[in-house]
């Protein structure tokens, strides 16, 4: 009974996906459901639990942050950074 309903799940998913995907453009939708897929085909939801996705965040957020940390206030665009620095910052 779970295996079918496993299937029916991922039949749906990728009846969304296929719908998404229609047209030129990746819309958000699409974005989130690739995600997904590529995640539950390694297994990896074990592991996406509130305090692994909190943890992960934080870990990026810092190393963001170490770009900004020396600088004065940042204009937007970041004109003040070196083009490495714009590449880095992404």
Known sequence: ANLK???MLLRGENARLRR????DSLDVEALRLRIADFA????WDQFHTPRNI????VGEVGELA???QWKSEVARGLPAFSEPER???G
Request: hydrophobic share 50%; charged share 35%; net charge negative.
């Open 54 to 57: 909190l943890l992960a965040l």
């Open 40 to 43: 539950r085909e390694r297994d």
């Open 20 to 23: 998404a995907l229609d047209g």
């Open 87 to 89: 590449t880095h910052v």
């Open 66 to 68: 170490e770009c900004f």
């Open 5 to 7: 309903a496993e299937v």
